[in-house]
């Protein structure tokens, strides 16, 4: 058990044990005896001739100095005492119990030193508790200090106990000159513990071994329930001072139990300490110093010099005691397991330490900590580890600047070890560089330097590794895969990001994923792991693989798990800029895995050279089911126009059904550069631009999404496929170029493009054909995702750089079952 400031230990167990064991003092060099009593429970301790405890003359034991043998019994537990300022505590093992019956009780055993043979000042304490309530008026119980082993009750000693007149603490009056007042609460309460403190002074005048001497003697009580403290006798009990001028040295303890007017007093006696420090005489444990803050180099910090001076925060602690020396670690990993130096135990006060040449490396991460030591050798917890970046060596460089934000380090590392120069980002803009932010920095909830909407949607590219998907879950509002992924497909194999890779290189990657715990919890209240067992994460490729959102324009570059519904890679193009979100466990694995290093460099290079769609104005032409479907089924952030007229400054319009354009508007349009995105319809036959529909039964959905077309990327055929086989109405001629086996048709007529869209999330009646609803769902984002190829803004894009939460998917996802319309009911049992 760990102490914490304000803890008493003369009844401490770990403690107790300690000192029973020392075969002599020098390890508490001021504690001088102690007795625990930890003997055979309910046996008469006289009669076993108990020689416990340490600090005792060699070979002596407890031995009764009266005339008669009587109970002086091993109780069964120690003594009890309540320490406000901290947990309850217990005497180790037992107590001593005086429960004479019939005649005076003088227990005693010689110290290994006598008190006072020179000039001393010691004190005393133990903890003393009533046996007997109401039923004795007289009487009194005693640990006296004394000069021989049977003392009277009138012999010259140092008497401190009870006296049961009046129920109340009293000091024998022979203990010194006319102190015979009260020395705890009145009355005293039966069957609470009191801790009585004594501090004895004793200055030497006769040569004698026990001749006469002066001093004085205080005394305090302490009702259990008083806070402690570690320093000094505290406040809230009771104390008593006396000087006397005859006052003897003592090389004996001893308890004494006498009769008085027909009465016998009981009690017991736990946790006997005599010591020449206050401290020791409590039992406080020595505390450690307080753990020193790291202060510089700072967290995070970039360029830092090869040889850097570390500096950590003043030494403090609570008991005092100076600093000794101080260790000092630096390691390449977080958990210090292979440090890359160790400083040892450094004699000092040290608060600074400079790290000698050819320990570090350039353009490489490293975390450090310190810890520091007292003189009662006590070592201090380590500092949290910060990290920080050495300076890029030129010879190794690969030419490319990154900005950076990384509160954790792991991103940081890999970027350096893969030979990027980086540079902290500050907050402001910078549209000629790539932003990265590092693991779990977002979810760790440290604030960002400046904001990562207004960084982007101003022209910046940003790239968000991966974030604790319980930050996803619940801050972002997004859904995330409850297992490790170790398989992730492209969905377009000609992508710059997975060039040269396919499905083989992207799955069982070398290393262990370290985002997640390494199996689930179970779970008492549901009674099972509600997704199944996880057994580690060797292998894995993504921990937080999200589903991809429904409603907004987020384009998956990956995807996986559960009918390839989750994307571990995504990109967004927001306000004038671009922004990548990966949740791919790259730092874990680009040490090991060479198809991890590729697709890290690549994704990279891609993040800070691609080309861009910025958003656009969007404007609305059609009736009411069609406004419903693109502002509040699709989320899209559009304006509202005439259905006869096209705005040349819209960047986008979205045409439905009703609407009165003609065909020689809407190629006056495109050939000037519009784009168009035609809503889907019921009716068959010749529609705009001489696109026909035609009827089909039994239709299952495509699996065949266009692969050369801007318009599609981020489609598969997840997408774009049924649960199973409906009627429909598709796209069947034309002209057009057809896409999806009808679901889609494109015309370029100028310079414009427009998008026929047959992706009709309302022709599927969810609420009866239940089974729909996942293909409902994936019908609204694929049609959201066309308009986002096109330009269109979403409410909730911005979500992400906010770190707020998005409205990503469909509002009708049911709860009102077992897991509701979460997938892995289905899936992964």
């Known amino acids: 058990m760990t102490m914490t400031r304000a803890s008493l230990l003369p009844w401490r167990a770990t403690l107790a044990t300690l000192c029973l064991s020392l075969p002599c003092l020098t390890a508490w060099a001021g504690l001088l005896a102690y007795e625990p009593f930890d003997y055979a429970a309910s046996a008469n301790i006289a009669a076993l001739s108990a020689g416990g405890g340490t600090g005792w003359y060699a070979g002596t034991t407890w031995a009764n100095g009266a005339s008669a043998i009587d109970n002086c ?77 049977d003392p009277g009750p009138w012999d010259n000693g140092i008497f401190i106990g009870k006296k049961w007149s009046g129920k109340k603490f009293v000091n024998r009056p022979y203990a010194f000159t006319a102190n015979t007042s009260d020395l705890a609460p009145n009355p005293y ?95 406080w444990a020595h505390e450690p110093p307080a753990t020193p803050v790291n202060l510089a180099p700072l967290n995070g910090a970039l360029n830092v010099s090869v040889t850097p001076t570390l500096i950590i925060s003043n030494y403090a602690d609570v ?49 450090w900590h310190a810890r520091v030591q007292d003189s009662s050798n006590e070592w201090s917890a380590w500092s949290s580890p910060t990290f920080f970046v050495t300076p890029q060596d030129m010879t190794i460089t690969n030419g490319i600047t990154l900005l950076v934000y990384d509160t954790e380090g792991a991103t940081l590392a890999m970027l350096a070890a893969q ?16 932003l990265c932010i590092g693991r779990e920095t977002l979810s760790g909830g440290g604030s960002l330097p400046g904001s990562l909407d207004q960084f982007v949607s101003n022209g910046g590219r940003a790239l968000l590794f991966t974030q604790n998907p319980d930050w996803l879950r619940t801050t972002l509002g997004l859904r995330v895969a409850r297992h490790v992924t170790r398989r992730v497909f492209p969905l377009d194999p000609r992508h710059p990001v997975v060039a040269g890779l396919d499905a083989e290189d992207l799955r069982d990657w070398r290393g262990e994923s370290t985002l997640l715990a390494h199996h689930d919890e179970y779970s008492p209240e549901a009674g099972k792991v509600t997704y199944g067992w996880r057994w580690g994460c060797n292998g894995a490729v993504s921990s937080a693989a999200i589903e991809k959102p429904h409603r907004a324009g987020w384009r998956p570059l990956l995807e996986c798990e559960f009918d390839l519904a989750y994307a571990p890679l995504l990109e967004l193009d927001y306000g004038n800029g671009h922004v990548l ?63 006869t007229a096209l705005t040349p400054a819209a960047g986008l319009h979205l045409i439905g059904a009703g ?45 065949n999404p266009p692969t050369n077309w801007y318009e599609a990327r981020g489609l598969s055929a997840s997408d774009l496929r049924f649960r199973t086989s409906t009627n429909v109405v598709l796209v ?98």
């Open 319 to 367: 008991d005092g005691d100076a600093q000794v020396a101080s260790q000092w670690q630096i390691a390449r990993t977080r958990d210090f397991s292979t440090p890359a130096w160790d400083s040892g135990a450094t004699a000092g006060a040290l608060t600074t330490n400079t790290v000698p040449a050819g320990v570090l490396a350039s353009n490489t991460l490293y975390y």
């Open 659 to 703: 609407v009165s354009i003609s065909d020689m508007d809407l190629r006056t349009y495109l050939t000037g550069g519009g784009r168009v995105v035609f809503l889907p319809r019921t009716a068959t036959g010749v529609q705009h631009l001489g696109l026909t529909l035609g009827a089909q039964s039994n239709y299952a959905g495509s699996l």
């Open 419 to 434: 030979g990027y120069a980086l540079t902290l980002w500050s907050g402001g803009p910078d549209p000629a560089r790539l």
């Open 189 to 283: 309460l039966t069957n609470t513990t009191y801790l009585l403190l004594g501090r004895v002074i004793l200055t030497q005048t006769n040569a004698q071994p026990y001749g006469v001497h002066a001093g004085d003697v205080t005394w305090w009580s302490y009702q259990s329930g008083v806070d402690l403290l570690p320093t000094a006798p505290p406040a809230g009990g009771t104390q008593r001072t006396g000087t006397a001028a005859s006052l003897r040295a003592f090389p004996y303890v001893t308890f004494m139990n006498e009769i008085n007017n027909g009465g016998y007093c009981r009690c017991a006696f736990d946790e006997v300490r005599i010591a020449d420090t206050f401290n020791d005489a409590m039992g």
């Open 73 to 149: 019994t091993v109780r069964p537990e120690g003594l009890t005492y309540v320490n406000p300022g901290g947990p309850t505590f217990k005497a180790r093992g037992r107590a001593l119990g005086l429960e004479s019956s019939s005649a005076d009780l003088r227990l005693a055993r010689q110290l290994a030193q006598t008190i006072g043979a020179t000039p001393q000042t010691c004190w005393v304490s133990f903890l003393l508790q009533d046996l007997d309530g109401a039923a004795v008026t007289d009487g009194g119980a005693y640990l006296v200090l004394n000069a021989d082993g």
């Open 732 to 829: 069947t001629g034309g002209g057009w170029e057809i896409g999806a086996d009808g679901q889609l048709a494109r015309t370029n007529i100028g310079a414009g493009v427009a998008i026929w869209c047959q992706m009709d999330p309302n022709r599927f009646n969810h609420t009866v054909t239940t089974f729909f609803r996942f293909t409902r769902w994936r019908q609204i984002r694929a049609l959201a995702q066309v308009m986002a190829n096109l330009g269109a803004p979403f409410a909730d894009d911005g979500a992400v750089l906010r770190q707020i939460s998005g409205s990503y998917y469909d509002p009708d996802y049911r709860t009102d079952f077992e897991l509701g319309d979460d997938p892995y009911r289905y899936y992964r049992w």
């Open 581 to 643: 979100l990966g949740t791919l466990d790259l730092e874990d694995h680009y040490a090991r895995d060479p198809a991890a290093r590729i697709l890290l460099r690549q994704l990279v290079e891609y993040a800070r050279t691609n080309a861009y769609v910025a958003r656009t104005s969007v404007v609305y032409h059609g009736d009411a089911t069609g406004a419903l479907l693109v502002t509040n089924t699709l989320g899209v952030t559009c304006a509202i126009g005439a259905n």
